[in-house]
């Protein structure tokens, strides 16, 4: 699939005319995002009320109903950025599902789904017009990082933040197996820079792109695509940015 050549042919009945699908992108971004937000308020009342999570490492990693900490970092993180993209842009009241997303995603405890969601914002600021300040956000997140890992290498904070525990080397392969969509994530980063010129909801394309930052950096940690609801992910940001950039053409015949 092709992000500048999308193409719907859709069936018809005989003796009817073809209805013409409307651009459902943003619906079913949408429907996502409320998902995600039901999603975290329900793995951040696990702490308080005891009911699930997973103890690791001298911490309670959330999950809600996902089966892991790490699955559900993997759906919030592409689900954040987002939500920072359209807070920023004006729609102020997102700033709370924003805020609730962010706390599920940091009590997963997950490193590579902080990382995501790090790499996610930082691209939604500079995305829109911010790159000044995602620069200076993004050293002190650097500085704060070595920080975080030296006092956990220490001992003096909890080991699940150490970087240097072992998590097996499954990760190599999941490396390898990316680079044969790489083709796709590089035709994606040329067309969002052309859609955010030529749209008129450049906090969609932001957060596409954010989402897509999320895929890339917590991807080189863990399982990215192969699984329903991050593979629903991966190809909406692909179609929101061929939405904008492309004129959709219907074939009813």
């Avoid at 009817?16 to 699908?21: L, S, W």
């Avoid at 409307?22 to 949408?30: C, E, F, M, W």
């Avoid at 924003?98 to 995603?105: E, F, M, R, S, T």
């Amino acid at each position: 699939m092709a992000t500048d050549n999308l193409r719907f042919t859709p069936r018809t009945v005989p003796g009817r005319r073809a209805a013409v699908p409307a651009r459902n992108g943003p619906k079913a971004l949408a429907g996502f995002l409320v998902a995600a937000t039901a999603t975290s308020i329900a793995a951040i009342a696990q702490g308080p009320l005891g009911i699930g999570g997973t103890p690791a490492e001298g911490v309670l990693r959330v999950q809600a109903w996902y089966p892991s900490a790490n699955h559900l970092a993997l759906m919030l993180g592409r689900a954040w950025p987002f939500l920072v993209a359209g807070a920023l842009s004006g729609r102020r009241w997102l700033w709370l599902p924003a805020g609730i997303v962010g706390l599920a995603l940091v009590l997963t405890f997950s490193t590579g789904g902080w990382l995501g969601a790090l790499a996610g914002a930082l691209v939604v600021v500079a995305a829109l017009g911010g790159r000044r300040l995602a620069f200076r956000v993004g050293i002190a997140a650097a500085g704060a990082l070595l920080l975080t890992s030296s006092l956990a290498i220490a001992g003096v904070l909890p080991e699940r933040l150490n970087p240097l525990r072992q998590t097996g080397g499954f990760r190599v392969d999941l490396w390898l197996s990316s680079l044969e969509m790489g083709w796709l994530v590089v035709r994606f980063w040329f067309s969002t820079r052309e859609a955010l010129t030529k749209t008129e909801s450049p906090w969609l394309i932001a957060g596409a792109a954010g989402a897509m930052a999320d895929v890339l950096v917590h991807g080189f940690i863990d399982n990215s695509y192969f699984l329903v609801d991050l593979a629903f992910v991966f190809w909406l940001c692909l179609a929101l940015v061929a939405d904008v950039r492309t004129d959709v053409r219907i074939d009813s015949t």
